[in-house]
């Protein structure tokens, strides 16, 4: 099995590869698109501002590339935000995979949202074994809306698309890789799907 995180200057890519060693998988950091195209699975990360994340997708080529890949892509946070068509961060276009905007919390609520919230309404193999409202680790200030691809939502401030779904494409606006055991039981499923 070879699985590749996307190394592009993103955050919390060590916490990734930490998760996975703990399932018992080697996962490689790379931004070689070779490396990238001949993996088996694709996790593609990323904590922090979307405009400069999609500034250096755009300098190693890798906003052309992703969208591209076959095989089981996984945008974590940041990383799924950047799979939508736009997000109101930095007035940035997306990479178009996911059918949504990103928008941001309003100041009525505290943001980000940091901390313990629920999942609902899952609808994915991603989810297999996951009971619903079950508990992740979010820490985000801009969220998806919902679209045809939502595969599971959230409320804070509002109802929200927590995870998308596109063909070989998944996203999480939660970090699975600090959601203890149900975020390891959705690792896991993706490795095996």
């Known amino acids: 099995m070879k699985l590749i995180i996307i190394n592009y200057g993103a955050g919390n890519i060590k916490s990734i590869q930490f998760a996975f060693n703990r399932l018992g998988y080697d996962a ?37 590339l992703i969208p591209t890949l076959k095989q089981p892509v ?6 799924m935000q950047l799979m939508c068509l736009h997000t109101e961060e930095g007035d940035t276009q997306g990479l178009g995979i996911f059918q949504t905007r990103v928008k941001r919390f309003s100041n009525r609520v505290k943001v980000p949202q940091m901390g313990w919230n629920v999942i609902k309404n899952l609808k994915s193999d991603l989810f297999k074994g996951v009971k619903e409202n079950e508990y992740m680790y979010l820490v985000h200030s801009f969220y998806a809306e919902h679209c045809n691809e939502t595969i599971a939502a959230t409320d804070y401030e509002i109802n929200y698309a927590s995870a998308l779904q596109h063909k070989n494409f998944y996203g999480t606006q939660f970090h699975p ?15 095996e799907l």
Do not use: H, R, Y
């Open 28 to 64: 490689i950091l790379s931004n070689d698109p070779k490396d990238i195209k001949s993996a088996d699975k694709v996790i593609f990360p990323g904590v922090g501002e979307a405009s400069s994340a999609m500034k250096m997708l755009k300098e190693s080529g890798l906003d052309t």
């Open 74 to 79: 996984l945008g974590i946070c940041l990383g």
């Open 177 to 191: 890789e600090k959601s203890s055991n149900a975020g390891a039981k959705i690792l896991q499923n993706f490795i």
